[in-house]
């Protein structure tokens, strides 16, 4: 038996102000998404934008509905409506933000498992990583560079 470590590198930014232009765009369009968000049971809206190769952006939000499995995060609206628009077209980067009825959301919030495995087949497809960019409300940006770096033993198309 041998133990091993898995580290992950991703930088920080104190806010959306010291991110590249492109970035900051693509981190307000998330924020413009959220405010589509229909969350009537969580109250918690989130917002996702894609940015494409042909620089064309995507949005997406979540949306709850009372049978709680037929929602969707707004990651997985975004992509998928990406797909369906621009099938040939790669992802460059994907932006998410969190706002709540209850409470101000002050900190990054990553994306769900299933997003994460989405993204994953996204970034297959694309055959390159995308950059992941993570805020709450307002506060601190994480920058990811692909979804490896948020979920190291990912399950690829070639175990099947």
Wanted: with cysteine.
């Amino acid at each position: 038996m041998r133990k091993e470590q898995f580290i992950s590198d991703y930088v920080v930014y104190e806010s959306e102000q010291e991110l590249d232009t492109k970035d900051a765009e693509l981190l307000r369009h998330a924020h413009e998404a959220a405010k589509n968000s229909y969350a009537p049971y969580s109250k918690f809206h989130v917002g996702a934008a894609v940015r494409l190769a042909n620089n064309v952006i995507v949005k997406g939000n979540n949306i709850e509905n009372a049978a709680y499995p037929s929602g969707l995060c707004a990651e997985r609206v975004a992509l998928f409506n990406a797909q369906a628009q621009y099938p040939n077209v790669p992802v460059e980067a994907i932006a998410l933000t969190a706002e709540s009825e209850h409470s101000k959301v002050n900190e990054p919030i990553p994306p769900c498992g299933a997003c994460r495995q989405v993204m994953v087949e996204t970034e297959q497809r694309s055959k390159q990583p995308m950059r992941i960019i993570c805020q709450g409300d307002t506060g601190a940006v994480m920058v990811f560079d692909g979804v490896e770096t948020l979920m190291p033993f990912i399950f690829l198309d070639k175990f099947l």
